[in-house]
């Protein structure tokens, strides 16, 4: 009987642990960020194979949740939007100071799904993109020249 009851406090335990941890690791690549004083909650991506996923393959995105990509030098970015599922826009931006802004990104028509035709890409060079549920820009009155802070 002490037995049973001691595994099941040590796999408990161990649950709980893991569970932890998993967490921990997915608010990490989480941040709380401000663009023009609208809060939004933005899934960091830096590393390549993070930025090449981007927002592939998932359905939607909440109201008021982002993906920020973060180069490590600034540069002429493209992005596509492979096996997309909804519009964005895309908020282009250097030095935390939005420089342009692509308003209703398509998703690929169901032909294009995989390997769409379409590229968007920053006019100059840029160090970070913040991708948003298409029509959250013009809602908040978001411009070229605002500022994000995270």
């Given at each position: 009987?002490?037995?049973?009851?001691?595994?099941?406090?040590?796999?408990?335990?161990?649950?709980?642990t893991v569970g932890l941890v998993?967490?921990?690791?997915?608010?990490?690549?989480?941040?709380?960020?401000?663009?023009?004083?609208?809060?939004?909650?933005?899934?960091?991506?830096?590393?390549?194979?993070?930025?090449?996923?981007?927002?592939s393959d998932r359905k939607s995105?909440?109201?008021?949740?982002?993906?920020?990509?973060?180069?490590?030098?600034?540069?002429?970015?493209?992005?596509?939007?492979?096996?997309?599922?909804?519009?964005i826009d895309i908020l282009w931006?250097?030095?935390?100071?939005?420089?342009?802004?692509?308003?209703?990104?398509?998703?690929?028509?169901?032909?294009?799904?995989?390997?769409?035709?379409?590229?968007?890409?920053?006019?100059?060079?840029?160090?970070?993109?913040?991708?948003?549920?298409?029509?959250?820009?013009?809602?908040?009155?978001?411009?070229?020249?605002?500022?994000?802070?995270?």
């Amino acid at each position: 009987m002490l037995r049973r009851r001691y595994y099941f406090v040590v796999t408990g335990i161990l649950s709980l642990t893991v569970g932890l941890v998993f967490l921990k690791q997915k608010s990490e690549g989480q941040s709380q960020i401000m663009v023009a004083g609208h809060r939004l909650v933005a899934e960091v991506v830096r590393t390549s194979r993070e930025q090449e996923q981007g927002l592939s393959d998932r359905k939607s995105l909440c109201s008021d949740c982002g993906m920020l990509f973060v180069f490590d030098k600034p540069g002429i970015y493209s992005f596509w939007m492979r096996r997309m599922y909804f519009d964005i826009d895309i908020l282009w931006i250097t030095d935390n100071k939005i420089v342009d802004i692509t308003f209703g990104a398509k998703k690929p028509s169901r032909e294009e799904l995989s390997f769409p035709k379409m590229t968007y890409q920053s006019k100059s060079p840029i160090n970070k993109v913040l991708e948003v549920n298409a029509g959250w820009v013009e809602k908040n009155g978001i411009k070229i020249g605002d500022k994000l802070e995270r």
